[in-house]
């Protein structure tokens, strides 16, 4: 059964605008969670993460929003830009243990 | 070479083959990883190498059989697979285990005839 869940396999918006991704997580232990952005014919790379004491963390266009009650996680990107036209993945771990969980990945497209 | 290297990029097999994927990791890491992307699911753990030493297995099958002989490189053996087994695989390192991030290779598309 899958922990992580991105629910929206694509997702398109216009350059300048904000890019949401959301992604879902049903383990309650998991305390770190990471976004990464992958390129066609390239492997995935870390962009940002945030843990479960916080509920945001923000590195210059890329905000990552965590509500735990909800066990939900966002990726804002403000504004879009079309080089940010990706697949984006969300994971999650328990701090300490050897494994990330994935989510299936969010194919952002943003339109100029 | 810099970051993870994977080779070959493209791999096409026939179920009674044996042929090895490489991956290199230059970056100083002492933790290495397998992952398998099947057409529209999440990446999955495959196995966990961390000093050399294997720490996790996540019930993969035997036909599958990792060889990691130094920190820096990491081998997936591949003999007998499925057409199911196509996928791409993806390396990955990390320094330590409980590690903020992973830095992934490019993969290797593998197609099982």
């Known amino acids: 059964d899958q922990q992580v869940k991105q629910n929206s396999p694509s997702l398109s918006v216009q350059e300048g605008r904000i890019s949401i991704l959301n992604c879902d997580y049903t383990n309650s232990m998991f305390d770190y969670f990471l976004w990464y952005k992958k390129y066609p014919a390239e492997g995935p790379t870390f962009l940002i993460s945030?843990?479960?004491?916080?509920d945001k963390n923000e590195d210059g266009r890329f905000t990552v929003f965590l509500n735990k009650s909800a066990k939900h996680l966002s990726l804002h990107i403000v504004p879009s830009q079309p080089g940010d036209s990706a697949v984006y993945f969300c994971a999650a771990s328990v701090w300490g243990e050897n494994q990330f969980y994935f989510g299936t990945g969010t194919s952002l497209t943003v339109i100029p | 070479e810099t970051g993870v290297t994977q080779t070959p990029r493209h791999l096409v097999m026939g179920m009674t083959n044996k042929k090895s994927l490489k991956c290199e990791q230059h970056?100083?890491?002492?933790?290495m990883y397998w992952y398998k992307q099947s057409a529209k699911k999440p990446l999955e753990l495959m196995f966990v190498y961390s000093l050399e030493e294997r720490v996790e297995n996540n019930s993969v099958p035997s036909r599958f059989s990792p060889e990691c002989p130094n920190s820096s490189h990491l081998f997936l053996h591949l003999h007998t697979l499925q057409p199911e087994d196509s996928a791409l695989y993806l390396c990955?390192?990390?320094?330590?285990?409980?590690?903020?991030?992973?830095?992934f290779g490019p993969g290797t598309r593998l197609t099982v005839l």
């Open positions: 945030i843990s479960s004491i916080k």
């Open positions: 970056l100083g890491h002492n933790a």
């Open positions: 990955a390192s990390s320094q330590g285990l409980a590690a903020n991030e992973q830095f």
